[in-house]
């Protein structure tokens, strides 16, 4: 795991020097610009549109991150040919392929909490105070953390097997199409024949469902989120990046490099 | 009996072209071949002649479609055996974000080096290679001979026994290649066994110990470059000066070069053309043996191998 963690490391330093997080700073203009505009024409709606507002914009900041550079993460190293000289150390090509997963999400964990602490310090600004019932907007965040780890394991799989760009469109539908799963799953029976409707059912359950890690209505009007909410993503995110990642191992591993 | 550093058996690779890929395309073909420990072992062939597919192969960067090898005695598939070994990839290319003293630094971790080990030993590479002021620049800013400069030197970085090296002296100026050469060659000192690929034959023939010619995915020979190259017929030279002219065929048989003639005669002929060429007046300089050059061995094999594709190109229209 050691190497693991060497990789890890190595992917957040190039993320850093490649200049990724500068995207905290339209982040932090947005926040500003946001807090002063809120203060002077919502009334009484000032916490529920700030904190619709950074969650959208840290959720899509985080979907470009994930997505772009997720496909990156290997697909770069392929075509530079800078794998070459690290899979001629002791590195199996696991051990870099969660190497690099673990850098993004490491990468993406620093994003997402410096933008967290942005919009606490906006609805700050707004409210003037700080609210137990706010700690659902840090869930909600977390939440966005979770749902990106999974959108990275997506686009690491994809970049294995096709093209960077087909491997940020098929990431990008399957984003999309994971956030109607419930709907899929909710089809009326009566205007499917029997085996189109186990199929629908059976599909919605393995495509990811992103539907559950939407709880920015939630947290805008300050209502807790239950616990068990909490230990089913995670858990969800969990298992389904290891199976996602179980995956792109075996399909890199056989990979001929060109 | 001694393990081989590296030992090839039939090892085959094809790559699959076409739309639907059913087409194959052989990129080499049942190489058997040993490289024994401690020598410097060149692999010679023209552009696109299987050298680079045979080093990837080895280093578990593609996959035989046949066959197997074996690196110290283990397989290629087994990557703790990566510990002993050194590679230089072809036009290698490093994370360009990080500086030359970094990128060595990240790759020393891999082998569990301690932070002091590490730190000394990326000084003392650099210095090797010639970049110890350069160490702290980007690799962004780095030339094409600075970058395989870098790739030497993280290839040597660990002290490997087995250290096998694709071109390198690709985009290197002379100094350049003359501390590449000299590189190998305390490497060789050393008891590091090396294999390098390459195409400039003058390289091989000064450094290695043994050569393995290539050409179209085949290994055509293997030897000492001097062996090699008397398969090939020699022949006998006569330099001589004329003052005034001649009629002797002899004489319009040579080649002119200011007043110097260069005659090449066989070595039966030898003392028939001297008597010849002393009759026509001609002061005889110098009688030396036309040896074979290695890149004369090479260049009739891929005569050959060229001829024999357009025969097989006839054959199947």
Known sequence: MKRVGVVALNTFREAVRDRVLYNLVFFALLMIAAAILVGQISIGIEQSVIVSLGLSAISLIGLLISVFIGVALVSKEMDKRTLYALLSKPVRRWEFLLGKFGGLVLTLAVNTAAMALGLFLAMLYVKHSLERSDSSVLIAVYFIWLKLALVVALALLFSCFTTPLLAILFTTGLYIVGLYVQELRDLPVEVLSPAMAAFTKWLSFLLPNFENFNVMAMAAHGRAIPGSLILNNTLYTMIYCAIVLTATVVVFSRRNLK | ?317
Request: hydrophobic share 40%.
């Open chain 2, 1 to 317: 009996m001694p393990v081989p550093a590296i030992e090839t058996e039939n090892l085959t690779k094809e790559y699959p072209f076409g739309f639907l890929h059913l087409k194959k395309r052989t990129s080499l073909e049942g190489l058997n071949m040993q490289v024994e420990m401690g020598e410097v072992f060149g692999f010679i062939g023209p552009n696109g002649a299987g050298k680079s597919t045979t080093i990837k192969l080895l280093m578990g960067l593609i996959f035989p479609t046949e066959g197997d090898a074996r690196i110290l005695g283990k397989p290629i598939s087994d990557v703790e055996m990566h510990r002993d070994i050194g590679y230089l990839p072809e036009q290698p290319y490093f994370y360009d974000y990080l500086t030359a003293a970094e990128v060595l630094d990240y790759f020393a971790r891999f082998h569990d080096l301690s932070a002091a080990d590490r730190k000394e030993r990326v000084q003392k590479m650099l210095k090797k290679v010639g970049l110890e002021t350069a160490g702290k620049i980007q690799l962004r800013k780095y030339s094409k001979g600075m970058l395989q400069r870098v790739g030497l030197a993280q290839a040597i970085l660990h002290d490997p026994k087995v250290v096998i090296l694709d071109e390198p002296m690709s985009g290197l100026d002379p100094v350049g290649r003359r501390e590449v050469r000299d590189i190998i060659l305390e490497l060789k000192r050393d008891g590091q066994t090396v294999m390098f690929s390459t195409h400039v034959l003058s390289d091989a023939e000064m450094l290695c110990d043994r050569v393995g010619v290539i050409v179209g995915g085949k290994l055509r020979g293997t030897g000492a470059p001097g062996q090699l190259v008397e398969m090939k017929t020699q022949g006998m030279e006569v330099l001589f000066e004329l003052p005034g002219t001649s009629n002797s065929p002899l004489v319009a048989k040579a080649t002119r070069t200011g007043e110097r003639y260069r005659l090449e005669v066989t070595e039966e002929e030898l003392y028939a053309a001297i008597d010849q060429l002393r009759a026509a007046g001609a002061r005889i300089l110098a009688v030396s043996q036309v040896k074979a050059t290695l890149e004369e061995f090479f260049m009739n094999l891929v005569e050959a191998d060229r001829a024999q594709a357009a025969a097989v190109e006839v054959s199947e229209k």
